[in-house]
């Protein structure tokens, strides 16, 4: 008997008909982002560096430069991000991420965050790469004393941010947004560190759960500035894990951080949004965990780091969206093709059949390479047509 072959369907349909885990004409291609020096590769350099930006205003005002970069980053995220999203529509993707990240220059070698991080300034082959050091916020006392984030305006900041991003691409790629960097998970335990975060945990739970929930009042206003803007998409971003297991007891989880993602993807699907989860790590034992969260997909599912796609398409592939799989320590940094193609082929073959998986990298850095990231599209291409694993 023939098999009936999907029609052919755009990047949105595509990507919403795969999130409700049915079967799209093909499985979707995503990326969480592309760091700036490959998206140069792909684009071409800009006419003035980061670095030469920020060299320039440095001799011209060597008392004030630190205060009017950061009066001028809004401008220069919105740049940054619009590049990324047009490099990632050159490789053929189906969608990609957007999101505000608030800094503040101290100066050219470092920046901080309303959060109480501090980050190091790299080069980036001449743009800037910002790497966590450590936190500011060393105690409750500490804390009590400390700015707090201004919901209100980084909400209007971000709306007017994601409405110009959005306008310029919304008909060649599908725009997600995101909390990366300052999602409600990691800002809490890098603003005082992980020692200090541990600590109190224990001794102090209450102090984490006002952290949590503080974080949480942002996002969800995020969430709302974002979908306004015409997205309707969001993902929650945190590493929960590590290769052995999750940074937190799946009990304090529970208590801690359940309420305050129920709220997140709440507000989601209020809107008649999507919200799925991205971390990095071993979640295999706290997938229900993310179930009962209520996020629609969860993203990353690292091989590297222990998590098994089959027994996860088994346990939880008719409840949440897969996206990810696709190594990046090694497939998508030192790869070659036919290893990118074989690392496609096999995840589409694992947890394509039936809908809900996406093709994605597991993270980004900037070792991995646009011509591997090319290969992973095209494989998906030719493996990934409905109907899979039927004679497709």
């Given at each position: 008997m023939?098999?009936?072959?999907?029609?052919?369907?755009?990047?949105?349909?595509?990507?919403?008909?795969?999130?409700?885990?049915?079967?799209?004409?093909?499985?979707?291609?995503?990326?969480i982002g592309i760091d700036a020096n490959n998206v140069d590769k792909i684009l071409g350099k800009p006419d003035v560096s980061d670095f030469e930006l920020m060299a320039l205003m440095k001799e011209q005002d060597p008392e004030h430069y630190a205060e009017k970069l950061t009066e001028g980053l809004a401008a220069l995220e919105t740049e940054i991000f619009s590049r990324i999203v047009e490099a990632a529509w050159k490789l053929g993707l189906d969608a990609t991420q957007i999101g505000i990240f608030p800094l503040i220059f101290r100066s050219d070698k470092?920046?901080?965050?309303?959060?109480?991080?501090?980050?190091?300034?790299?080069?980036?082959?001449?743009?800037?790469?910002?790497?966590?050091?450590?936190?500011?916020?060393?105690s409750p006392e500490v804390w009590e004393e400390w700015p707090k984030p201004n919901i209100e305006l980084l909400a209007e900041e971000a709306h007017k941010f994601a409405s110009e991003i959005y306008?310029?691409?919304?008909?060649?790629?599908?725009?997600m947004a995101t909390d990366d960097f300052i999602g409600i998970f990691e800002s809490t335990w890098q603003g005082m560190g992980i020692v200090e975060f541990s600590k109190q945990i224990t001794k102090n739970p209450s102090y984490i759960k006002e952290r949590f929930e503080l974080h949480t009042d942002l996002v969800c206003e995020l969430i709302k500035a974002y979908f306004d803007a015409g997205l309707?998409?969001?993902?929650?971003?945190?590493?929960?894990?590590?290769k052995s297991g999750t940074f937190m007891r799946p009990d304090d989880m529970r208590k801690l951080l359940l309420p305050c993602y129920r709220r997140i993807t709440k507000t989601?699907?209020?809107?008649?949004?999507?919200?799925?989860?991205?971390?990095?790590?071993?979640?295999?034992?706290?997938?229900?965990?993310?179930?009962?969260?209520?996020?629609?997909?969860?993203?990353?599912?690292?091989?590297?780091?222990?998590?098994?796609?089959?027994?996860?398409?088994?346990?939880?592939?008719?409840?949440?969206?897969?996206?990810?799989?696709?190594?990046?320590?090694?497939?998508?940094?030192?790869?070659?093709?036919?290893?990118?193609?074989a690392a496609v082929k096999e995840a589409i073959e694992i947890a394509g059949p039936g809908g809900g998986f996406i093709v994605s990298p597991t993270n980004i850095h900037p070792a991995v390479r646009p011509e591997n990231l090319r290969w992973m599209v095209e494989a998906t291409k030719k493996y990934g047509v409905y109907p899979i694993g039927r004679g497709g």
């Open positions: 023939a098999v009936k072959l999907v029609d052919k369907m755009d990047f949105r349909e595509r990507v919403l008909k795969t999130l409700d885990l049915e079967e799209p004409d093909m499985v979707p291609t995503h990326i470092e920046m901080t965050d309303p959060w109480g991080r501090i980050w190091e300034i790299r080069n980036n082959e001449g743009n800037i790469f910002p790497f966590y050091k450590k936190g500011l916020i060393t306008k310029k691409f919304k008909d060649k790629i599908y725009i309707e998409f969001f993902v929650e971003s945190g590493d929960l894990a590590y989601a699907h209020n809107l008649g949004g999507k919200c799925i989860l991205h971390s990095d790590g071993n979640l295999m034992e706290v997938l229900d965990f993310i179930m009962e969260s209520g996020f629609d997909g969860l993203h990353s599912l690292d091989p590297v780091a222990g998590m098994n796609l089959s027994k996860i398409k088994q346990q939880v592939g008719d409840k949440l969206c897969l996206l990810g799989n696709i190594d990046i320590s090694y497939v998508l940094s030192q790869g070659s093709q036919k290893e990118v193609e």
